[in-house]
């Protein structure tokens, strides 16, 4: 499978940016639209860095125009996400929990990837197989939550996953090619999993390469009778 034009948001944290080294390698003919809140210049052929404000959908709008302008996408790769950051952590009970963190969460896990594909959807590819794939979490799954806590970040990846299901459905009612999917990319040796490493084996730790990597290649093989699921790193289905 080759394709022609490629989008990544979240493009300068550690699995944006691993992603955006792995599709340059893979696809060189390519080109690579990377958006990010800073807008970094451009190091690898073939690539182009934008800035982008996720919080206004005006400028996601006009980020698929920039990245549409000749072609439709083929591949898009939402990066994006919060699971901490300052003194937002990860809640053990209830009595952590605020409206200021869910909305916080809500809004980057949830909302903006489906801004994402409110704008993007309808700008796939038509004619060839299109992905469209969001990193989700197996934290998500209501069925396999067995140790309660994390609130928010279980409840807005569980909120994506509905939103890749409905955006699937409708979209395979109109582009028979595209394919929607979960992505859940293990544990990442990053600075968003740092505060929680301490009890993941090195054997369960990736570097965000070996993540990358991985779920490159479970987009390879996915099919549109897939579209609307969640799969993990090593292409297990996740279940809602």
């Not at 944006?16 to 210049?41: C, L, M």
């Not at 896990?109 to 594909?117: D, E, G, Q, R």
């Not at 197996?138 to 806590?149: K, M, Y």
């Amino acid at each position: 499978m080759t394709y022609k034009n490629i989008v990544v948001t979240g493009s300068s944290g550690a699995i944006g940016s691993a992603f955006i080294r792995q599709v340059a390698e893979r696809y060189p003919d390519a080109t690579i639209h990377a958006f990010s809140r800073q807008g970094t210049e451009p190091t690898l052929a073939g690539v182009k860095t934008h800035s982008i404000d996720y919080t206004d959908e005006n400028s996601i709008d006009a980020a698929v125009q920039t990245a549409t302008q000749l072609a439709p996408v083929d591949l898009m790769l939402v990066a994006t996400g919060l699971l901490h950051h300052g003194h937002l952590m990860p809640e053990k009970s209830l009595k952590e929990l605020t409206a200021a963190k869910l909305h916080d969460v809500f809004e980057a896990n949830t909302i903006v990837p489906a801004l994402f594909a409110k704008h993007f959807l309808p700008r796939m590819n038509r004619k060839e197989r299109s992905v469209f794939a969001v990193l989700s979490a197996r934290v998500g799954s209501i069925s396999d939550n067995r140790l309660g806590g994390w609130y928010a970040y279980r409840a807005s990846k569980a909120a994506l996953n509905m939103i890749i299901k409905n955006a699937a459905i409708e979209t395979g009612r109109l582009n028979k090619n595209a394919i929607v999917a979960g992505l859940h990319p293990g544990t990442v040796d990053s600075r968003l999993s740092q505060p929680f490493q301490s009890k993941v084996s090195e054997k369960q730790l990736f570097t965000p390469e070996e993540s990358a990597r991985h779920l490159l290649n479970v987009i390879h093989h996915l099919t549109p009778e897939q579209s609307g699921r969640c799969f993990a790193w090593d292409g297990k289905e996740i279940q809602p």
